[in-house]
């Protein structure tokens, strides 16, 4: 069971420029944010005041006094490089974001920015964890009978063997905090479930993982069906795969929808149909939106960052909010940076001897 152990003062920044439907669609996420999270002590919205300013004041919030306007004059557009924006773009409302986060003023920030942007800012601003190299996106999705984290969802698309294990223990925490598991069972996403199945990097990383007995509970490899089968609470990626399947799927479930809607429109039995089967295709709308699941927490870093995507709704924003405040009270660090230790001792250790008797002729 946890406990509350973060910083009392919640105080979260958002990112209000960058996104693909505009200002206009977060500051409706900030009027939606100020009435439905009361734990919500402060909200920073960050971005350029002759833009943000008219779109608070017509929507009532400009004297709003949970609500503060943090000027940036720049703004870091999806197609840039990461290094590029790093270096022409310093008053840029994300890393201004990122700023308030090192500084204390806030606790947590919230992006729908370029991805790579704000990885790099955010590395080299906050910095990783002792112990750790790289953050890692970690991500919540549905599944049968209720949802898994996913890790790593884009942060490092080169991952090596060692930063996979390290996703296993970010992604294990988060687990426990956004999903309360209280010990979950970890799986490597790969081709096959059979012992040598996979490329150099899956085979390495399943080598480390069966090391780290007692750190985490590691079930295997695992395949892409399973991922959704509850088999387990945890998958564990590369950036590369984890936010190729990301979008695939949300592509497979935006496009489903779709083909429901048009299909159930085609008669006035089919219409009458889908009427009366409206409370389940709600059901089955809510659990699966990905706008319920927004916000992945880029986790590692002595701050906190969430990704949401550009094209992210009011509803989306929302989510990742309500989410930056429950990291922010359960906040796992300590846990984590004993964990990272253990998981580096234990992998730079040499291997114990074997007491099987060796098949090579003794040198004379």
Not at 39 to 45: D, V, Y
């Given at each position: 069971?946890?406990?509350?152990?973060?910083?009392?003062?919640?105080?979260?920044?958002?990112?209000?420029?960058?996104?693909?439907?505009?200002?206009?669609?977060?500051?409706?996420?900030?009027?939606?944010?100020?009435?439905?999270?009361?734990?919500?002590?402060?909200?920073?919205?960050?971005?350029?005041?002759a833009i943000l300013r008219p779109l608070l004041t017509e929507a009532g919030l400009a004297e709003h006094p949970r609500l503060r306007l943090y000027h940036?004059?720049?703004?870091?557009?999806?197609?840039?490089?990461?290094?590029?924006?790093?270096?022409?773009?310093?008053?840029?409302?994300?890393?201004?974001?990122?700023?308030?986060?090192?500084?204390?003023?806030?606790?947590?920030?919230v992006s729908q920015g370029n991805t790579g942007s704000l990885m790099a800012g955010s590395t080299l601003k906050l910095r990783p964890l002792e112990g750790?190299?790289?953050?890692?996106?970690?991500?919540?999705?549905?599944?049968?009978?209720?949802?898994?984290?996913?890790?790593?969802?884009?942060?490092?698309?080169?991952?090596?063997?060692?930063?996979?294990?390290?996703?296993?223990?970010?992604?294990?925490?988060?687990?426990?905090?956004?999903?309360?598991?209280?010990?979950?069972?970890?799986?490597?996403?790969?081709?096959?479930?059979?012992?040598?199945?996979?490329?150099?990097?899956?085979?390495?990383?399943?080598?480390?993982?069966?090391?780290?007995?007692?750190?985490?509970?590691?079930?295997?490899?695992?395949?892409?069906?399973?991922?959704?089968?509850?088999?387990?609470?945890?998958?564990?990626?590369?950036?590369?795969?984890?936010?190729?399947?990301?979008?695939?799927?949300?592509?497979?479930?935006?496009?489903?929808?779709?083909?429901?809607?048009?299909?159930?429109?085609?008669?006035?039995?089919?219409?009458?149909?889908?009427?009366?089967?409206?409370?389940?295709?709600?059901?089955?709308?809510?659990?699966?939106?990905?706008?319920?699941?927004?916000?992945?927490?880029?986790?590692?870093?002595?701050?906190?960052?969430?990704?949401?995507?550009?094209?992210?709704?009011?509803?989306?924003?929302?989510?990742?909010?309500?989410?930056?405040?429950?990291?922010?009270?359960?906040?796992?660090?300590?846990?984590?940076?004993?964990?990272?230790?253990?998981?580096?001792?234990?992998?730079?250790?040499?291997?114990?001897?074997?007491?099987?008797?060796?098949?090579?002729?003794?040198?004379?």
């Open positions: 069971m946890l406990t509350p152990t973060g910083p009392s003062r919640r105080s979260v920044a958002l990112d209000a420029m960058g996104g693909d439907h505009g200002p206009a669609e977060v500051v409706a996420a900030v009027a939606l944010a100020l009435e439905e999270l009361p734990q919500l002590e402060e909200l920073i919205l960050v971005g350029q005041d940036a004059s720049q703004v870091v557009e999806m197609g840039e490089k990461a290094i590029q924006s790093l270096k022409q773009k310093k008053d840029a409302s994300m890393f201004r974001g990122i700023e308030l986060v090192k500084a204390g003023q806030a606790q947590a920030l750790i190299d790289r953050p890692a996106l970690g991500t919540i999705w549905p599944s049968n009978e209720g949802n898994f984290v996913l890790i790593d969802a884009g942060a490092n698309p080169e991952a090596k063997p060692l930063h996979l294990a390290h996703n296993a223990v970010l992604g294990s925490h988060y687990c426990r905090l956004a999903l309360k598991v209280e010990c979950p069972r970890v799986g490597l996403l790969t081709i096959g479930t059979e012992e040598g199945k996979g490329n150099d990097l899956i085979n390495e990383t399943h080598a480390l993982l069966k090391k780290m007995d007692g750190i985490i509970h590691y079930l295997g490899p695992i395949e892409g069906f399973d991922m959704f089968g509850d088999e387990v609470d945890v998958v564990v990626c590369d950036g590369f795969l984890g936010n190729v399947v990301l979008k695939s799927c949300e592509g497979l479930f935006r496009m489903i929808m779709g083909t429901l809607k048009k299909e159930l429109g085609q008669s006035w039995n089919r219409k009458l149909g889908a009427l009366l089967a409206k409370p389940a295709f709600n059901a089955v709308k809510a659990h699966l939106n990905p706008d319920n699941y927004a916000g992945a927490p880029l986790l590692g870093l002595k701050g906190h960052v969430l990704k949401t995507h550009g094209s992210s709704s009011r509803w989306a924003l929302l989510s990742a909010m309500r989410i930056a405040l429950e990291i922010i009270q359960y906040d796992l660090t300590d846990q984590v940076l004993r964990d990272i230790q253990l998981t580096n001792e234990r992998l730079e250790a040499p291997e114990a001897p074997s007491n099987e008797p060796s098949n090579e002729e003794p040198l004379t």
